[in-house]
């Protein structure tokens, strides 16, 4: 077994030959972009594609009214984020109830999460925001956002419940076992034990789903509502520059990419904790 000063040495010999292939990989990296750069910039259509796509003064010019529009985007992703939340986890516990009285239950749960993850996202919301208005329901909106954005919480529920079930299945039976032996119900067992922890073992595929989600509010934009994608359009169309469409782009990925650090950062902070866990 190696001592305290053994293993000090020993790290600090490792240390400079760990910190030299950081500095190859960045380097290499810096390298490969750095010639897909200029490959892309020495092309002959460059200038076109610069006018086109990358114009500094289209970019100010729409910046301001993109990113007032891209606050209907996050309205849309909060509201539908908490309901498909509440939605995806009713939907995964009717999945787990156990015993023949509950299999039609159970059936209507899997034909729903099978019909919705199979339907593309973008025909859902086609068939809401125009084929719900043509029903002339009474009661029933007829607004686009309101539409879009129930298009978009029907599917995402359907994969959140998936979510959710994984989850909770991934929970050892022992659990349940030991809380029904102390007397607690089934039901009750579901919500003090069991879903505590599969709620917490899931939230960086959850993350995953929602970064998916505020992607996919731009597409309620084929239904007319002026949001980011909309507005990029309608610019593109009176200026016949594609900077708009940028501009958009710019917005959701200044959104999407600090989410995608946080999902890393949660499963790297949940693998130590297992890591650790398994050394006591």
Avoid: C
Wanted: proline share 6%; hydrophobic share 50%.
């Amino acid at each position: 077994m190696l001592r305290g000063s053994d293993r000090a040495r020993r790290g600090s010999l490792l240390l400079p030959a760990s910190t030299g292939n950081v500095w190859v990989a960045l380097g290499s990296t810096v390298v490969v972009f750095a010639g897909l750069a200029l490959i892309v910039v020495n092309s002959p259509g460059w200038p076109k594609v610069k006018h086109g796509f990358f114009d500094p003064a289209e970019f100010r010019a729409y910046f301001g009214t993109i990113g007032h529009a891209f606050v209907l985007n996050i309205k849309i992703f909060l509201v539908a984020e908490v309901l498909i939340l509440t939605l995806a986890l009713v939907l995964a516990v009717l999945r787990q109830l156990p015993g023949p009285v509950f299999f039609p239950i159970r059936l209507l749960a899997i034909g729903y999460t099978d019909l919705f993850r199979g339907i593309p996202t973008i025909l859902l919301v086609y068939l809401f925001g125009f084929g719900i208005p043509t029903l002339q329901l009474a009661h029933v909106t007829n607004n686009p956002v309101y539409l879009g954005a129930a298009a978009l919480v029907v599917v995402y529920t359907a994969y959140v419940s998936e979510v959710y079930r994984a989850g909770i299945e991934s929970v050892h039976p022992s659990q349940e076992a030991a809380a029904r032996s102390l007397g607690l119900t089934r039901g009750q067992t579901m919500q003090t034990v069991i879903l505590p922890q599969a709620v917490r073992r899931v939230i960086p595929p959850l993350l995953n789903d929602f970064i998916g989600l505020q992607k996919d509010t731009a597409l309620i934009s084929v239904l007319g509502p002026v949001e980011a994608l909309q507005r990029a359009t309608l610019g593109a169309s009176s200026e016949f520059n594609y900077t708009p469409y940028v501009v958009a782009a710019f917005f959701f990925v200044l959104i999407t990419v600090p989410q995608a650090r946080l999902t890393d950062w949660l499963i790297e902070r949940d693998r130590k904790r297992q890591m650790a866990g398994g050394r006591v």
